[in-house]
Nanobody
Framework: QVQLVESGGGLVQAGGSLRLSCAASGRYAMGWFRQAPGKEREFVAAFSLSGVSRYYADSVKGRFTISRDNAKNTVYLQMNSLKPEDTAVYYC????????????????WGQGTQVTVSS
């Protein structure tokens, strides 16, 4: 049984930074997605199944970094140079299937944390 809990969301001005955390358990590859009102859930960042590689959406490359701390059983999303278009509910998720970009590959989801970026 896997339970995921996100934290670290909030309100930040454009150009600012936030770090999201996801407390996790189990042997899964982790990823981050986001969803804005009226839009589909969008891939943000993920580890490969092996844990060696990291993948990012084009919209966040160079600004966001996914990382993990195995000792704390936690995955992070460091978000720098935030833009208003980054405003969304952010979800961490766990998968055992290959397509990191596809939400259908993920078996478990956190409750989400709101990130709001003001102009």
């Amino acid at each position: 049984q896997v339970q995921l809990v996100e934290s670290g969301g909030g309100l930040v001005q454009a150009g600012g930074s936030l770090r999201l955390s996801c407390a996790a358990s189990g042997r899964y590859a982790m990823g981050w997605f986001r969803q804005a009102p009226g839009k589909e859930r969008e891939f943000v960042a993920a580890f490969s199944l092996s844990g060696v590689s990291r993948y990012y959406a084009d919209s966040v490359k160079g600004r966001f970094t996914i990382s993990r701390d195995n000792a704390k059983n936690t995955v992070y999303l460091q978000m720098n140079s935030l833009k208003p278009e980054d405003t969304a509910v952010y979800y961490c998720a766990a998968r055992k299937a290959a397509p990191y970009y596809d939400p259908r590959a993920y078996d478990y989801w956190g409750q989400g944390t709101q990130v709001t970026v003001s102009s």
